[in-house]
């Protein structure tokens, strides 16, 4: 019913050099709006889109799930049905950010007790309490903690090619 459509869609990524990947998932992510529409496509508004975006995330859909759906019927109506596009309208999802887990003091005591070497026990004590990097606990040295002031300097390794040694900043 809509293949006529779907054809072009194909076309105008392809002149846009999109890859056939992409090209496939947005002729499967429209195919799937005009179906649930059930419309002339040439009679869709972005308040239809607006209308099935929200039903897909009452559906449980996420917000990447339903922006990239957005991403591809607004490049069908933009580069096939060549109808102006709201934002407004049919604005792209906030993507959620969850705060990362805090260990508990009882969690960061296993994961201490877990590690016999007392090498290792003072390496990943130091990256948990202080926020540090792998490679910059690596090349920490005796001299570069501060008992009396309670500090650690870090160093910024680089490279000098010219002279092929090693400095610090």
């Known amino acids: 019913m809509y293949e006529k459509y779907l054809l072009q869609l194909e076309e105008a990524g392809k002149i846009r050099n999109l890859k056939e990947r992409s090209i496939e ?34 559906d449980g859909l996420k917000a990447t799930t339903l922006n990239l759906y957005n991403s591809a019927i607004r490049f069908f109506y933009r580069n096939v049905l060549h109808v102006l596009w709201d ?39 130091t990256m948990y309490s202080s926020g540090m990097r792998v490679s910059e606990v690596i090349h920490l040295h005796y001299d570069d903690i501060s008992r009396t002031n309670m500090q650690i300097l870090l160093r910024y390794w680089i490279y000098n090619t010219t002279n092929r040694n090693i400095n610090t900043i």
């Open 25 to 58: 998932c947005y002729k499967n992510y429209v195919s799937y709006f005009l179906n649930y529409m059930g419309k002339n496509p040439e009679e869709l508004t972005c308040q239809d889109v607006r209308g099935f975006l929200l039903a897909r995330k009452d």
């Open 87 to 125: 934002d407004i309208t049919v604005p792209r999802m906030m993507i959620e950010h969850k705060l990362p887990t805090v260990l508990s003091v009882d969690e960061v005591d296993r994961l201490l007790d877990a590690t016999d070497d007392l090498k290792y026990k003072a390496m990943f004590a």
